[in-house]
């Protein structure tokens, strides 16, 4: 197995109050994993010391091997920037590029050659469908194909892994399952890796493995192994109601 992000120990207090506890996670390369527990149980805190935009302040993370403690802060900017992608839920798109300029500008910002943009756009652009929209601005977009554009550009630079924060909040429920059968179609075609903060039982269950979170702690996890997704979604359902507590 080859993992790509653990955690030992992981911690993080905000001054004295402790948010996350001793959490020890691996996800393996090519997993798609959901993060789901109630409201203020530290999904987001956990995805964001992971991706490092937030410190911990105990334990340790290994993302592909590499300690994150062992880096400087710049160095750290420059690691977030080659292996991690994010969705997050207001898609994050820049109004005066075209979707094309949003995907690629990663790899411009990188002084990438031409060629190998276009080689690496042309996959993506065919995987995600999203070759008719691309010379239109996001004003002119839909929501749905808005999020594509931002999966696009999470996956563009092969990112070691992808973190998506709820990324069908701000969708209706057709872009959210069309979201969702891209993100299956992306972690099948080119083996991302994802990790995806929900409150939405219906997401995770597109997931293979779901990781529970309660007052900081891990305190369940699910495979969906031969499972259908419905059956899936039945067993997602079951473990949030004994855990108690609306998840949202
Ligand atoms: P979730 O994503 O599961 O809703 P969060 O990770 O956003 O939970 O928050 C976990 C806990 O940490 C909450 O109790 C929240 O109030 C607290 N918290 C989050 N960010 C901060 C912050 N910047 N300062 C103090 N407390 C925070």
């Known amino acids: 197995m080859n993992p790509v992000i653990r955690t030992k120990n992981l911690a993080k207090s905000y001054g004295k109050t402790p948010v996350l506890r001793n959490i020890d996670l691996t996800v393996q390369a090519g997993e798609f994993t959901a993060v ?21 302040t105990g334990g340790e ?10 880096l400087g802060k710049s160095e750290l900017r420059r690691f977030r920037q080659e292996k991690m992608g994010f969705i997050f839920q207001d898609y ?20 990438c050659p031409a060629e190998e943009m276009e080689a690496r756009l042309e996959p993506i652009v065919r995987a995600l469908n999203i070759r008719d929209i691309l010379d239109r601005y996001p004003s002119e977009i839909s929501g749905g194909q808005k999020q594509r554009t931002a999966c696009a550009r999470a996956i563009i630079t092969k990112p070691a892994v992808v973190f998506a924060d709820e990324p069908t909040g701000a969708l209706d429920s057709r872009s959210a399952t069309q979201l969702l059968e891209e993100l299956v179609n ?11 903060v929900t409150h939405d039982i219906y997401a995770a269950s597109y997931c293979k493995r779901v990781i529970f979170l309660r007052d ?19 067993r997602i359902l079951e473990t949030q109601s004994i855990m108690g507590g609306k998840v949202r």
């Open 92 to 111: 994050n798109l820049l109004d005066t590029l075209t979707v094309k300029e949003n995907i690629l500008l990663p790899l411009s910002l990188r002084r």
């Open 61 to 70: 993370v290994w993302l592909e091997e590499q300690s994150l403690l062992q």
């Open 186 to 196: 992306l972690n099948g075609t080119f083996g991302t890796t994802i990790l995806m």
């Open 36 to 56: 789901m527990g109630p409201s203020g149980s530290g999904k987001s805190t956990l995805m964001n010391v992971i991706s490092t935009i937030d410190r911990f």
């Open 216 to 234: 900081g702690a891990v305190v369940n996890e699910l495979y969906s192994g031969e499972m259908s997704q419905r059956d899936f979604y039945d």
